[in-house]
């Protein structure tokens, strides 16, 4: 069963929320910061204790790792690390010689593999919660804050990687499953709703 709801993902009493967080994962802004304060200084040492794979890279993008939530009312934390979205310059024009008036820059998205990580996030923080025997998630909107991922084109991914997700489950383990997609602003409700339709 999915879900839409607009609020503060550290509210909410499901099995677990997923962070979207950096490689080092030891808090930031945006929801990861709210997150931290809410589940207080322990969270911050379970992370701690969560091995570099690199130094400095406990959790590689694309990736996730799951905590307890200690003082929040979910049970886990799942985190992940969405992709930063990046974009180039690029000169316009095509074949037009380039006068002072065509000079100008297009944004282009440049293509760094950030759509296949960005599902990568849904499915293994979907993975790690079903083998921790989670029977609810909620999910902020990955990458789309301080990443900087057009909303439109995250929220796209998210539903396809959920919709697979539960799909590939039996009827009756998809039904009890419960995935929230929480947003935080009216707009990417109305995003989400529109894809759910
Ligand atoms: N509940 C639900 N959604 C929230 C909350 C909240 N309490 N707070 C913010 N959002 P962002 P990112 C929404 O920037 O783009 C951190 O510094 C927010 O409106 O939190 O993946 C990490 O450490 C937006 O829709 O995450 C990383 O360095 C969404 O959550 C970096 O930011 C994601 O925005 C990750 O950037």
Request: include cysteine.
């Amino acid at each position: 069963m999915i879900k839409i709801i607009q609020g503060d993902i550290t509210t909410l009493a499901v099995d677990a929320i997923v962070n979207a967080a950096n490689q080092v994962m030891l808090g930031g802004g945006g929801v990861d910061g709210a997150i931290h304060r809410a589940a207080g200084r322990e969270l911050y040492e379970a992370c701690l204790k969560v091995p570099e794979v690199r130094p400095g890279i406990r959790c590689p993008t694309g990736e996730a790792r799951i905590t307890p939530g200690f003082k929040l009312p979910a049970k886990f934390v799942i985190h992940t690390v969405g992709p930063v979205y990046r974009e180039i310059t690029a000169p316009c024009g095509g074949s037009r010689p380039m006068g002072k008036r065509t000079r100008r820059a297009e944004r282009v998205p440049r293509q760094h593999g950030e759509p296949e990580k960005l599902a990568a996030c849904y499915r293994n923080s979907l993975v790690l919660a079903a083998e921790n025997g989670c029977k609810s998630i909620a999910f902020p909107c990955i990458s789309t804050g301080i990443y900087g991922y057009p909303i439109e084109d995250a929220a796209k991914i998210a539903v396809r990687e959920v919709e697979e997700f539960l799909a590939a489950k039996n009827a009756k383990d998809a039904e009890e499953m419960e995935v929230v997609f929480c947003c935080f602003s009216t707009h990417d409700v109305a995003v989400y709703e529109r894809l759910l339709k």
